[in-house]
């Protein structure tokens, strides 16, 4: 695949370093790459949100390769991350793994050159779903799955029970157990009780919504963009917001009303891949009630997940490899997901007794190990994320926040989406 000049329109922004760990210890792998004039090399790690990196877990690195010393550099967001990303892919500046949101991995693989493969030997590791994406048309695989994000639905149990509703998990998970009219028509009862929102905001809706759309903005077969004039992402919108106006507490995802209405319970629910324990268990540490129920509307959704990528240009790149491999085993998957829930696509890990096991005691002892093993067996669509997917989303995302702001109604910010959209392709 030949390289192309990256676009850097909107590209802005370097990664903030919200964590800079450095770690010592040695390299894991041959290669020739140089370190200091001590033996010593230093890899570099960029994430955003939270990977389960703690300093104990990748001191577990460094105390098996005494001459290692690992930086972990962490954007506070995504966003923050893929702009610094796609600005110096190619060039200079990027860490030595890159960690990559699989909302942007369409846009990443037409630039797979500029990327190390991962070692064939590694190949089978992975869920086959979670493979192929990261596979380009030379049969490379160019990332290092680490987690997906199969969805449950976690809500407060005090506040349900205040509200007259369900508030045992099991009671929850049965009556969550159908299509997204029950969720909505539980939110109509909340509401009608408390006069509070019952769940956070239009996005994460929206978002639980869409991934259930086979093909929402582009064609699989032509990558034409399809989504102004796919019905399904009309008839989506339409319905988040037509329950965003009595539900929704009308924040913006990762804004600090969100945040603190997870202690303040300014909501009820939150749509809950297992990245989000982790969201909720630090935002609201001295609240009692979180609870997660083994359910989704409409049967299963994903939400998320990642890869490791090492930029092929860079000064270590199979002492790089090496430490990706061992972030990306199904041992270390187990220990990331019992640490910030971010759930494994490993073939192994998903088998592994001690993640079947797992326990979260915040959420009232939930069995979190079997709970996101079978959300992960509910997903039954795999939505087409083309080029243009991340983009597209995007937009969508703002568009939903002009509406819950007040900013525009609904046809005017659908109508602006519109616009954005057409001008993106």
């Known amino acids: 695949m030949n390289s192309r000049a990256l676009r850097r329109t909107a590209l802005v922004a370097a990664v903030a370093s919200t964590s800079a760990l450095v770690l010592a210890g040695c390299t894991g792998g041959g290669g020739s790459a140089s370190g200091g004039s001590d033996g ?14 703690t300093d104990e877990l990748l001191q577990a690195y460094t105390d098996e390769h005494p001459n290692v010393k690992i930086v972990h550099n962490r954007a506070a967001k995504s966003n923050d991350a893929r702009a610094n990303y796609f600005q110096k892919l190619g060039k200079s500046g990027l860490a030595d793994i890159e960690a990559i949101e699989v909302d942007w991995l369409p846009e990443v693989m037409k630039y797979s050159d500029l990327l190390a493969p991962v070692p064939d030997d590694l190949k089978g590791r992975w869920l086959d779903w979670k493979e192929k994406a990261a596979t380009d048309g030379a049969g490379n695989l160019i ?27 099991a009671e929850v998970g049965a009556a969550l157990d159908g299509d997204w009219s029950d969720f909505f028509a539980m939110g109509d009862t909340y509401v009608a009780a408390t006069g509070k929102p019952f769940f956070d905001s239009a996005g994460s809706i929206y978002q639980g919504m869409i991934n259930q759309v086979e093909a929402a903005y582009e064609d699989p077969d032509s990558g034409e963009i399809t989504a ?19 539900q929704s507490a009308h924040f913006e995802q990762w804004s600090t009303d969100w945040y603190a209405g997870m202690a303040n319970g300014a909501f009820a629910t939150l749509m809950c891949p297992g990245w989000m324990l982790t969201q909720i268990e630090g935002n609201a540490p001295e609240v009692s009630g979180w609870k997660i129920a083994d359910a989704f509307p409409n049967g299963g959704g994903n939400w998320g997940g990642s890869y490791l990528t090492v930029p092929a240009n860079g000064p270590h790149v199979a002492e790089a490899q090496a430490l990706a491999d061992w972030l990306s085993s199904p041992e270390q998957q187990v220990k990331f997901f019992q640490q910030a829930g971010t759930f494994p696509s490993q073939v192994d890990a998903l088998k592994a007794p001690d993640l079947l096991s ?15 093993t079978k959300r992960a067996e509910a997903v039954s669509v795999t939505p087409f994320k083309g080029e243009y997917y991340f983009q597209v989303n995007d937009a969508m995302q703002k568009a939903l926040t002009r509406v819950e702001s007040n900013a525009q109604d609904a046809q005017a910010s659908w109508d602006q989406w519109v616009s954005q959209v057409d001008a993106i392709g």
């Open 40 to 53: 010593e090399v230093t890899l570099t790690v960029a994430t955003f949100n939270d990977f389960g990196y």
């Open 143 to 169: 990332g290092y799955g680490t987690d997906i994000g199969p969805e449950a639905v976690c809500y407060r149990a005090d506040l349900f029970e205040a509200a007259g509703l369900p508030s045992d998990p």
């Open 228 to 246: 102004t004039t796919n019905p399904d992402v009309k008839k989506v919108y339409t319905q988040t917001l037509d329950a965003s106006k009595t």
């Open 358 to 372: 797992s326990t979260n005691a915040y959420f009232g002892d939930a069995p979190i190990g079997e709970i996101f």
